[in-house]
């Protein structure tokens, strides 16, 4: 059992950055693979990077390949996402969510994967 709760979204302009937050509480924070999602209006939610329980292993969607960076501090129960060069299509909800792997992570992330996620936190990107 966890529950999270993301923060530091917010409206910057295109080329801005901006860094979330996802604070975890619960046990065996390091037990769980941590994942970023994101859903726009209209559209499907969709993964955007995922890392496992140790950080050793880390996942980025195409889009965001170079421009993004996920981690966390298990010491802290709180996973990143370093949001750098956005662009306006990079609008959306952004929800933070953990899964609990039987057998280490899997790539790529799968919505139905996930246990637990957060409320989410809106991410705006003006041009």
């Known amino acids: 059992q966890v529950q999270l709760v993301e923060s530091g979204g917010g409206l910057v302009q295109a080329g801005g950055s901006l860094k979330l937050s996802c604070a975890a509480s619960?046990?065996?924070?390091?037990?769980?693979?941590m994942g970023w999602f994101r859903q726009a209006p209209g559209k499907e939610r969709e993964s955007v990077a995922a890392?496992?329980?140790?950080?050793?292993?880390?996942y980025y969607a195409g889009s965001v390949k170079g421009r993004f960076t996920i981690s966390r501090d298990n010491a802290k129960n709180t996973v990143y996402l370093q949001m750098n060069s956005l662009k306006p299509e990079d609008t959306a909800v952004y929800y933070c969510?953990?899964?609990?792997?039987?057998?280490?992570?899997?790539?790529?992330?799968?919505?139905?994967?996930?246990?637990?996620w957060g409320q989410g936190t809106q991410v705006t990107v003006s041009s």
């Open positions: 890392i496992s329980g140790r950080g050793y292993s880390t």
């Open positions: 969510a953990a899964d609990f792997p039987s057998g280490g992570s899997r790539w790529p992330p799968h919505v139905s994967e996930y246990d637990y």
């Open positions: 619960g046990r065996a924070f390091s037990s769980y693979t």
